[in-house]
C-alpha cells in the first residue's frame, strides 16, 4: 500500500519553471523498491506518461516531448519524488499525477509506463502564452 500526495502545481508564463514534488507514504512492509513516474492529462487528451525513475534513481526515461526540459529524481530517504520543470510550454498545461509501481525482479522498471497502480491526487499546471 502506498498513498501518494502530489504538490508544486500552479499558474507560470511559458518560457518559466515549476517544480513539482510528490510524498509517497509506505504502509506496508517489505520491499521499497517502487518504480516512480509522472503522467499529465490534458482536458480532451488521454493520459501520457511523462517521467520516470528507477529505484535506485539511476535509470530514467521522458516522453520526447518534455526531453531536456524536465529533470526526475528521487529522495528515497524522504519518500520523495520530483519533477523539475524548465522552459514551460502552453502544451505542457496539464493535470499531473504522480504514480508508483512495484519494480520488477531485479529493481528494473519493464513495460515502459504500463502497470502503474498507485496514484496521487493530481496538481493542475497552467502554463500561459
Known amino acids: 500500500q502506498v498513498n501518494l500526495m502530489e504538490s508544486g502545481g500552479g499558474s507560470v508564463q511559458a518560457g518559466g519553471s515549476l517544480q513539482l514534488s510528490c510524498v509517497a507514504s509506505?504502509?506496508?512492509?517489505?520491499?521499497?523498491?517502487?518504480?516512480l513516474g509522472w503522467f499529465r492529462q490534458a482536458p480532451g487528451k488521454e493520459r501520457e506518461g511523462v517521467a520516470l525513475?528507477?529505484?535506485?534513481?539511476?535509470?530514467?526515461d521522458y516522453v520526447d516531448s518534455v526531453k531536456g526540459r524536465f529533470t526526475i529524481s528521487r529522495d528515497n530517504a524522504r519518500n520523495t519524488l520530483y519533477l523539475q520543470m524548465n522552459s514551460l510550454k502552453p502544451e505542457d498545461t496539464a493535470m499531473y499525477y504522480c504514480?508508483?509501481?512495484?519494480?520488477?525482479?531485479?529493481?528494473?522498471?519493464?513495460?515502459?509506463?504500463?502497470?502503474?497502480?498507485?496514484w496521487g491526487q493530481g496538481t493542475q499546471v497552467t502554463v500561459s502564452s
Open positions: 504514480a508508483a509501481k512495484l519494480a520488477s525482479y531485479g529493481g528494473k522498471c519493464l513495460r515502459g509506463w504500463s502497470g502503474y497502480n498507485y
Open positions: 525513475i528507477w529505484p535506485g534513481g539511476g535509470s530514467t
Open positions: 509506505i504502509y506496508t512492509y517489505g520491499t521499497y523498491d517502487y518504480c
